[in-house]
């Protein structure tokens, strides 16, 4: 008589979860990255108020992700809190950003150094295709599109240098600098002032002399530290009490939704 086999049967081992897998935003993530670029590109005013129920609305979503995404950019002082009163987007502070200016340029100074005596043909030409982007943004006096192109050539010398970590040390740096440096751009001969000292620090990369690069760059960045006064000066709403006399109350302009 036959009987069945004893064999058990083989079972596909049960996968594991790779722990070098990125794992998709959520979308309080997500939500915090758009109201961040949103804040910080000023399409959100200092000062304008933040409704989480409208803001659920627009993206479609319950409160909370919203109030979660609304807390960590309270932590980063990008909105302010207040009990009772409400939620709105933080005004700049003034009083920090001189400290915020002057770490930037240590790190950005040492990218500078490096990428000078590091950068291949490949980084170059990155660089050359920010400064055409720029350019290109001047002509068009876009100046959404010139900072980006900005953006993308300071984290081009961070990865000419072999060091891009620097850059995201950078950009954690500047978040209150980017609302400050919007401010800048409407100055006359702007484009053309930053067209001209990311050209001397370009050609200094180029020229393989690190103390050229990095003392290009330092001035570069200590011409945002000299215009800090004249900025505050011309947009006082935009400012914490720090840069002017009296706090002004807050906007009554409901957040636009995305």
Not at 223 to 252: C, K, M
């Amino acid at each position: 008589m036959e009987t069945g086999s004893t064999t058990p049967a083989r079972r596909t081992p049960a996968r594991r979860p790779d722990p070098t897998r990125e794992r998709p935003p959520t979308a309080s993530a997500l939500i915090r990255q758009d109201l961040r670029a949103r804040i910080t590109s000023l399409a959100m005013r200092p000062g304008e108020p933040i409704n989480e129920k409208e803001l659920a609305a627009a993206y479609g979503v319950s409160r909370t992700p919203v109030h979660e995404a609304v807390l960590k950019l309270a932590e980063e002082g990008l909105v302010a809190i207040f009990p009772q009163a409400g939620t709105f987007v933080a005004r700049i502070p003034f009083g920090d950003l001189p400290e915020a200016l002057i770490i930037r340029r240590a790190l950005e100074e040492t990218s500078a150094r490096l990428a000078a005596e590091r950068a291949g043909a490949g980084a170059l030409a990155d660089l050359d295709r920010a400064m055409d982007a720029l350019r290109d943004a001047a002509a068009r006096d876009d100046r959404e599109d010139f900072h980006q192109a900005d953006e993308a050539f300071h984290a081009g010398i961070a990865m000419a240098a072999g060091h891009p970590g620097i850059w995201r040390l950078v950009q954690q740096v500047k978040i209150q600098v980017d609302r400050f440096r919007r401010l800048t751009l409407p100055q006359p001969g702007r484009f053309e002032r930053v067209l001209v000292e990311h050209r001397a620090v370009r050609d200094a990369i180029a020229a393989r002399d690190p103390a050229g690069a990095a003392t290009r760059m330092g001035a570069h960045l200590d011409g945002l530290l000299a215009d800090l006064g004249d900025v505050a000066g011309l947009n006082p709403d935009y400012f914490d009490a720090q840069a002017r006399p009296e706090r002004a109350p807050p906007s009554t302009t409901r957040t636009p939704v995305p």
